[in-house]
């Protein structure tokens, strides 16, 4: 039964996919948008002020298709994601069953989903009144950088199997 629930939790109907990016490269200044980002195993998200300081948090991915969700959550026709200062926005994939997970974006990217994203009480003046309680249970997940390279808009973000995940960990220095 265990093997049967292990083999469920790790079956994704397709890949998903990067549908934007963004930088914030300064405390409190606005997310800048990018087409594509140099990753670091150390840094992050080069250029991002945030990528760094916590090797848990290098990079916050949010799901594209709770963007809808937030937006009416907090009365809107929708919401910029640069309002909500995540790094990586990707659709297509249920990025809240991917606790522990690792994802593998574009050719050679490899990250280790390390937990939930709060959100912060920055949305109250991104999004108005309500902004923070819109995004509690919709403001993605973080992740830590365990192979660097770059990733684009556009590029493909699958889960990665147990096994081969185990044996990527094994063949780094």
Known sequence: METQLKTLMNTFPRPGRVAWIGIRPERHEPVKVMEEVEVS????????HYGGRNGNRHITLIQAEHLPAIAALAGRESVDPGLLRRNIVVAGLNLLALKDQQIQIGETVILKITGPCHPCSRME????PGGY???RGHGGLTARVLQGGRIRVGDTVVVLPEDQAETERAERP
């Open 125 to 128: 003046a991104n999004l108005g």
């Open 41 to 48: 195993e150390r840094a992050g998200l080069v250029g991002d």
């Open 133 to 135: 309680n819109a995004m």
